[in-house]
């Protein structure tokens, strides 16, 4: 089975979720905070570099939260996510 056959959210969901830093700058150009869907328990935004966790099933998109993984490395981050 491949990643996408158990994606965590929807597609349509990814699609409409963004970063809040990254959407409140002005730095980003015309869609910023975009999300990347990585190890399959993360968000990730390559605009700001906040990382947010995905568990149970719920993005947990708060600012907090994505900082604490800022200077986490892509490849080191938490799968699952730690709470």
């Known amino acids: 089975m491949s990643e996408t056959d158990t ?7 990814l699609e409409i979720l963004r970063c ?3 959407v409140q700058s002005d730095e980003y150009g015309d869609d910023p905070g ?5 190890h399959n328990s993360w968000l990730v935004c390559a605009d700001s570099g ?12 708060l600012i907090e939260e994505g900082e604490k993984w800022k200077e986490t490395a892509v490849a080191d981050l938490p799968v699952p996510p730690s709470a």
């Open 7 to 13: 994606l965590p959210i929807s597609a349509d969901l």
């Open 20 to 22: 809040p830093v990254a």
């Open 34 to 38: 975009r999300l990347e869907l990585v």
């Open 50 to 61: 906040y990382k947010y966790p995905i568990r149970d099933g719920i993005p947990v998109m």
